[in-house]
């Protein structure tokens, strides 16, 4: 194994050596990928050890065929080692484990990515959110998911008298409505004591349920009692909630803000990719992206918005390995949905209709993601949970881009 030693370094990877009667011994926490002879694993029991005590840790086993498939290993590989292919399972398990370096795709939905361009949209934007900025009454932000309404609440909270106070932000769709109404409003940490003299921005306002919203309108029936009361920001997907009590609709909607879905700002997109570009790489070393890339982009509608295109360029760069972002590294839903020329007018039209391999595919991502998430991480709990080998499910990763950060996302 030790002659692997300058392959593996050659391809920018931190190797360390160990030899039969040390491999017992070696702490594997710190390790991505284990390469073993398959006569030392088992004797030494390495494959039970690493899986109990490092289940984050790859493992592929030499000297072994596909029938001899352990699920807690990645890739079996039988003598002699073919090299390449034992480099290109290292190759694809830095693609993935790559992500944790770079920022979170969310954190690329900023102010410098919603404020791109100078499209008719965004300069309606930025007005009315400098006008709203002076007001101190509650603001109603509404938008598509993914559009950045916190983004926007923030920017509000950045620009008004209240600046130099807290900004604190609950989404009323993670908690149930008596814990969320606990969290805005009772005890000595509740949102509205830490917002004092600051702003309180509620995303999805319509999640909320009647306990919230009666106290809601109580809160906003006695705030001018209070000089140090928080400003209420509230956002949701549209501009009326038929969700939201009609006493609690029109005191929230005093003043309102649209935020412009992706697919309207055409005009912005070569500005937004190129400043989420900057954001993403590490130590501002931003990649390049080729024309026929930013095209695509260009065609495709982004039903997710700002975020969708943020997790787009997130896997792009990683599947790009350093060179210049080319459409083969875009999804696979957006290469789908754009390269078969252009839409007829009846699925221009009708924009929400998409393929049935598209919606699969999201279909997958997404289940991927719940069951990741559900056994906090652990591909080897997860690829028994799907049925499918430690192998399979790496593939399947790789296939949607899905990183650590994206299983660590939960928001």
């Known amino acids: 194994?030790?002659?692997?030693?300058?392959?593996?370094?050659?391809?920018?990877?931190?190797?360390?050596?160990?030899?039969?009667?040390?491999?017992?011994?070696?702490?594997?926490?710190?390790?991505?990928?284990?390469?073993?002879?398959?006569?030392?694993?088992?004797?030494?029991?390495?494959?039970?050890?690493?899986?109990?005590?490092?289940?984050?840790?790859?493992?592929?086993?030499?000297?072994?065929?596909?029938?001899?498939?352990?699920?807690?290993?990645?890739?079996?590989?039988?003598?002699?080692?073919?090299?390449?292919?034992?480099?290109?399972?290292?190759?694809?398990?830095?693609?993935?484990?790559?992500?944790?370096?770079?920022?979170?795709?969310?954190?690329?939905?900023?102010?410098?990515?919603?404020?791109?361009?100078?499209?008719?949209?965004?300069?309606?934007?930025?007005?009315?959110?400098?006008?709203?900025?002076?007001?101190?009454?509650?603001?109603?932000?509404?938008?598509?998911?993914?559009?950045?309404?916190?983004?926007?609440a923030r920017v509000i909270h950045d620009r008004s008298p209240r600046r130099t106070g807290p900004f604190v932000a609950l989404n009323s769709g993670a908690h149930a409505d008596e814990h969320l109404s606990r969290l805005l409003f009772h005890g000595d940490d509740a949102a509205v004591v830490r917002a004092r003299e600051g702003t309180l921005f509620l995303e999805r306002v319509g999640a909320s349920g009647p306990i919230t919203q009666r106290?809601?309108?109580?809160?906003?029936?006695?705030?001018?009692?209070?000089?140090?009361?928080?400003?209420?920001v509230v956002g949701a997907r549209a501009s009326g909630d038929s969700l939201i009590a009609p006493e609690l609709h029109y005191r929230l909607k005093v003043l309102e803000i649209e935020i412009p879905p992706l697919k309207e700002r055409a005009r912005d997109l070569e500005h937004i990719v190129g400043r989420m570009l900057r954001r993403l790489a590490p130590g501002g070393n931003a990649p390049e992206i080729a024309d026929e890339a930013l095209a695509m982009l260009e065609r495709y509608t982004f039903p997710g918005n700002l975020l969708e295109l943020a997790h787009a360029l997130t896997h792009a760069y990683v599947l790009a390995r350093g060179t210049s972002i080319a459409p083969e590294h875009l999804p696979v839903g957006i290469r789908q949905a754009t390269g078969e020329g252009p839409a007829t007018?009846?699925?221009?039209?009708?924009?929400?209709?998409?393929?049935?391999?598209?919606?699969?595919?999201?279909?997958?991502?997404?289940?991927?993601?719940?069951?990741?998430?559900?056994?906090?991480?652990?591909?080897?709990?997860?690829?028994?949970?799907?049925?499918?080998?430690?192998?399979?499910?790496?593939?399947?990763?790789?296939?949607?881009?899905?990183?650590?950060?994206?299983?660590?996302?939960?928001?």
């Open 215 to 232: 106290e809601l309108v109580h809160y906003l029936e006695t705030r001018s009692q209070d000089e140090r009361s928080a400003r209420l």
């Open 345 to 411: 007018s009846e699925e221009v039209s009708n924009g929400e209709l998409e393929s049935l391999d598209v919606v699969a595919r999201r279909f997958e991502r997404d289940y991927l993601l719940r069951v990741l998430r559900s056994v906090a991480g652990n591909r080897g709990r997860a690829a028994e949970i799907l049925q499918l080998s430690r192998k399979g499910l790496w593939g399947k990763l790789k296939s949607h881009g899905i990183t650590d950060a994206d299983i660590d996302d939960v928001a």
């Open 1 to 152: 194994m030790g002659a692997l030693e300058p392959a593996f370094a050659r391809r920018g990877h931190s190797v360390v050596c160990a030899s039969g009667s040390e491999a017992a011994r070696v702490d594997f926490s710190a390790a991505d990928l284990i390469v073993a002879g398959a006569e030392v694993a088992n004797r030494a029991g390495l494959v039970t050890k690493i899986a109990a005590e490092s289940p984050g840790t790859e493992i592929v086993l030499v000297g072994t065929t596909e029938a001899a498939v352990h699920p807690d290993v990645i890739e079996h590989l039988p003598r002699p080692l073919d090299v390449d292919r034992l480099l290109a399972v290292a190759d694809d398990v830095a693609d993935i484990l790559d992500g944790e370096h770079l920022r979170e795709p969310v954190d690329l939905v900023a102010y410098e990515t919603l404020f791109a361009g100078d499209s008719p949209q965004i300069r309606d934007l930025v007005r009315r959110v400098r006008l709203v900025a002076r007001s101190d009454a509650p603001v109603w932000i509404f938008g598509d998911d993914g559009s950045g309404r916190a983004v926007a």
